[in-house]
């Protein structure tokens, strides 16, 4: 098993490009969640899908859309991306505890 | 939401027991304390969970107030590789999962 993927891994933007990050798991999860972290700080959790068909804002969702295309794929889109959109944006997923995948390192100029 | 709060950073002797705080003064009766570590800017990964009861496991052991407000993990017998960012979180409401700022274990030769 591959468990949670995340592509790309790493991505630079100029402001106001739009991007998706995808992410995909292996498991049979039910449940998918999107991340980000910032420097020096802890998780917060933009969107989640508790469900395949069902999404719901987390702490921090504006700027942020996101599609659970299949109960294997969640997907993260930047619509209009902004300086403060950098972060590590990790997806999860879980049916008890969570697994995440490796991060994507998002810088945007 | 449910929130967590815990220190910000410890430091702990090389092969002495170090003991993690966590409050959740806000976790519901029916959702589980959950432990996962962050070394470098990888993943989190899982560590351990539990209800009620205090639980061990080859990692570590966890142990949960009888008020279930406060929870510890206990790493018996640190080593420098468990030097990372230690986040407590519950199973989350309506799945829900969102985390505290984390605490930074340093281990000290």
């Known amino acids: 098993n591959a468990g949670v993927t995340q592509t790309p891994k790493f991505q630079v933007l100029k402001t106001g490009q739009s991007m998706t990050l995808q992410c995909a798991q292996d498991m049979n999860h039910n449940s998918m969640y999107w991340y980000r972290q910032d420097p020096g700080m802890g998780l917060r959790l933009i969107y989640y899908?508790?469900?395949?068909?069902?999404?719901d804002k987390g702490e921090v969702p504006n700027g942020y859309n996101v599609s659970r295309l299949n109960k294997r794929e969640f997907s993260l889109r930047l619509e209009s991306a902004a300086p403060s959109q950098t972060s590590v944006y990790f997806c999860?997923?879980?049916?008890?505890?969570?697994?995440f995948g490796p991060g994507t390192r998002l810088t945007v100029l | 939401d449910a929130k967590t709060t815990q220190p910000p950073s410890m430091d702990c002797a090389e092969g002495r027991a170090a003991n993690l705080p966590c409050n959740h003064s806000t976790i519901s009766g029916n959702e589980y304390v959950y432990w996962y570590r962050q070394i470098h800017s990888q993943g989190p990964q899982y560590i351990i969970h539990g209800l009620k009861n205090n639980e061990t496991n080859e990692m570590a052991s966890l142990i949960i107030t009888e008020d279930r407000k406060s929870s510890t993990l206990i790493l018996p017998h640190a080593t420098l590789r468990d030097t990372a960012v230690y986040y407590c979180?519950?199973?989350?409401?309506?799945?829900?999962?969102?985390f505290g700022t984390g605490t930074k274990l340093q281990v000290i030769p």
């Open positions: 999860a997923s879980k049916v008890y505890e969570q697994f």
């Open positions: 899908s508790a469900s395949e068909g069902t999404t």
């Open positions: 979180s519950d199973s989350g409401g309506y799945q829900k999962v969102t």
